[in-house]
């Protein structure tokens, strides 16, 4: 049974009895390359502050800017060139199968292109995005579709594997979710992408900083096979080098893992569950041998008899006692925006966490913890000062409404002059016009709301307790003093009838004039959520298939024939997108984007940024409305049916940040 412990009774050593070790901390793809993630930074804070050196490698904006280049692309054509060679050498001999026929006619295509022009047009597209012509909303969609059509290039010498550059829906062809096919992706030279990622970035840099132990974070589902990949191309050259993994998906997956010997044999040393800022600084100590291994919270390892060990004691970070995020060593002007943007998070876990849908605070052990506002401010301060940077994320789960208010205060009152954006509850405590104003005077500049449902009966089901004249004044409040509302909702909860699902369909359409965008999903049983733990309670039944031994996420069917199945939720979500909101599809569509638009033109009112410059005739210019259009993919639920139809869910990668 897992036991709480506090810092108090595991104080390190003091700084002149302690070994210190050299870290190598790896962020893998694939991720948005707009800014830095935040785990390295509040890890290595810890490890420099009790005197270890870090290495903090950002792996993510290096393949991006690896992918972008000439010298990566006239190799992916070389590679390409000797591919079509032996299918054609093959086709004379025996013939081809229908798919060494597709693959043929894949790289016969993607040969014809000009890789040198390819190349150029990719450098000025990385010159656009880090440039004042990032603000040239023409400019920059040009750009972005020279690097869609870079991934599709690559993806040809990498045929079947898809790779996409945002949002983040490469698919290799495995499955993250049958851990027999992790393991078999990681050995494909042909679709692995990231084997080569990892001989051109990370083994060179192992090579030259020689460092003691390297640590991975996996925060998402999208990193799992490049983080993995890395560990196992690391222990294959270096297997005197401890490796040990960590971040949400790793403690999502803590119940599978022990029971997966090639992982613990083949592919990390160690895994750490949980936060980790002090389970990593403990371990260093038991490698060192200054601590026994079983007095590592957090921790999970194989000993010595070869049994994987989860040691019992979970320890939770005191937030007010960390030190400031360090975000030294990481190439911050080397992202694809023209300013730097900074995460931040005053907050860990969500201070409502009721949602029966939500497993977004799996990755904490405990409740919410915050820090107070005035040292939120401060900190801030500090970052903006030592980093040069006046634009912020919140990567909180939820920004808590009384912080919201008094960290909006302080920002004014003590003249900060920075940008921020968050994700936020629509609350009845933010009714008041003036915090509001007071939001837009401190910086903000974007919002991200979780509404889910615009009906009443559903939102109560979910336990978010939401009114709908609550949400319907939020938005309208914010949009007023210039703030950017982008909306998240979903069709399917378990018991929604079409009825409900065309209420909140109807809200969008007919708030449109305060919602700037929407995403749209369909529902998902995410593993660790009250619902897939109670299932009876909420009438679905949860199918789990044998071969799904790592599963994030199940596929369910309703235990009666009420309401909308999950099959239809996904029809529904189709037909949104492809009925609504065709004419209000923008042409800039990462968050970070739209967030540095609204700073530099200082208004929500940003018709250049839509597909179809159209505003509705019955919006108020200043409060005018567009909405987000998301490519629509084929998806199978993990866990569940093969060949199930829907959407790809954009992830609200903010929170994970």
């Not at 605070?361 to 005035?374: E, I, L, N, S």
Request: proline residues 6%; contains cysteine; negative net charge.
């Amino acid at each position: 049974m897992a036991s709480l412990i506090h810092i108090d009774g595991r104080a390190s050593r003091k700084p002149s009895e302690r070994r210190t070790c050299k870290v190598m901390l790896l962020f893998p793809p694939e991720w948005v390359p707009t800014a830095p993630y935040l785990a390295l930074p509040c890890l290595t804070a810890v490890l420099r502050a009790h005197g270890h050196t870090v290495i903090q490698k950002d792996v993510n904006i290096e393949m991006y800017e690896l992918f972008f280049s000439d010298i990566f692309l006239i190799w992916v054509k070389t590679r390409m060139v000797q591919q079509l060679r032996l299918l054609e050498a093959q086709e004379h001999v025996q013939g081809l199968t229908e798919a060494e026929q597709a693959h043929k006619a894949c790289l016969e295509e993607a040969l014809t292109l000009d890789v040198m022009e390819l190349a150029a047009q990719a450098e000025e597209a990385k010159r656009i995005h880090r440039s004042e012509d990032f603000y040239d909303a023409d400019k920059l969609e040009w750009a972005l579709n020279v690097f869609r059509r870079v991934m599709r290039y690559i993806s040809a010498a990498y045929y079947p594997a898809s790779l996409v550059y945002y949002p983040m829906e490469s698919n290799l062809g495995y499955r993250p979710g049958v851990s027999r096919e992790v393991l078999a992706c990681l050995e494909d030279e042909q679709v692995n992408v990231y084997r080569d990622v990892c001989r051109q970035l990370v083994l060179p840099a192992v090579s030259k900083e020689q460092p003691d132990v390297i640590g991975v974070s996996i925060g998402t589902k999208m990193q799992l096979l490049a983080g993995l990949t890395f560990c196992k191309m690391v222990k294959e050259a270096y297997p005197h080098i401890h490796v040990t993994v960590g971040g949400n998906v790793i403690t999502r997956l803590q119940e599978d893992l022990p029971q997966k010997e090639p992982f613990f044999t083949e592919i990390f040393d160690s895994a750490i569950l949980y936060e980790g800022e002090h389970a990593l600084l403990w371990l260093l100590e038991a490698l060192a041998g200054e601590r026994p291994w079983t007095q590592v919270p957090n921790l999970m390892y194989r000993e010595d008899n070869g049994r994987v060990r989860v040691n019992p004691e979970i320890y939770t970070e005191k937030t007010t006692a960390l030190p400031l995020p360090d975000f030294d060593g990481l190439p911050l002007d080397a992202y694809f925006v023209p300013t730097r943007i900074l995460p931040y998070l005053a907050t860990r876990g969500c201070y409502w966490g009721r949602c029966t849908f939500c497993d977004h605070g799996q990755g904490y052990f405990d409740q919410y913890r915050g820090k107070p506002a005035h040292q939120v401010v401060q900190e801030i301060k500090a970052l903006k000062d030592k980093y040069q940077a006046e634009h912020f994320l919140f990567s909180d789960e939820s920004y808590p409404p009384a912080l919201f208010k008094k960290v909006s205060q302080l920002l004014v009152e003590e003249n900060v002059g920075i940008k921020w954006t968050t994700l936020i509850r629509f609350e009845e405590t933010l009714q008041d016009p003036k915090i509001w104003e007071i939001a837009a005077q401190s910086g903000c500049k974007t919002l991200y709301y979780g509404m889910e449902s615009a009906n009443e009966r559903v939102l109560e089901l979910m336990d978010k307790h939401a009114k709908k004249s609550v949400i319907a004044h939020n938005l309208k409040e914010a949009a007023r003093v210039g703030i950017w509302n982008h909306v998240m909702a979903f069709y399917g909860f378990p018991g929604e009838t079409r009825e409900e699902a065309e209420e909140t369909r109807q809200f969008l359409l007919e708030h449109k004039a305060y919602i700037h965008s929407v995403e749209l999903f369909y529902f998902v049983a995410y593993r660790h959520t009250p619902m897939v733990r109670n299932p009876e309670k909420f009438g679905i039944t949860i199918h789990k298939q044998e071969e799904y031994d790592m599963p994030l996420d199940y596929y369910y069917t309703l235990n009666e024939a009420k309401g909308i199945s999950c099959l239809e939720a996904m029809q529904l979500c189709e037909e949104f997108y492809q009925r609504d909101f065709a004419p209000w599809a923008v042409r800039i569509n990462a968050r970070e984007q739209i967030f540095l638009y609204i700073s530099k033109f200082g208004t929500n009112y940003l018709p250049q940024i839509y597909a179809l410059h159209h505003c509705p005739a019955e919006a108020d210019p200043d409060r005018v409305a567009g909405l987000i259009t998301w490519p629509v993919a084929k998806r199978e639920p993990e866990g569940g049916k093969e060949g199930e139809p829907g959407m790809a869910r954009v992830v609200s990668h903010a929170a994970y940040s």
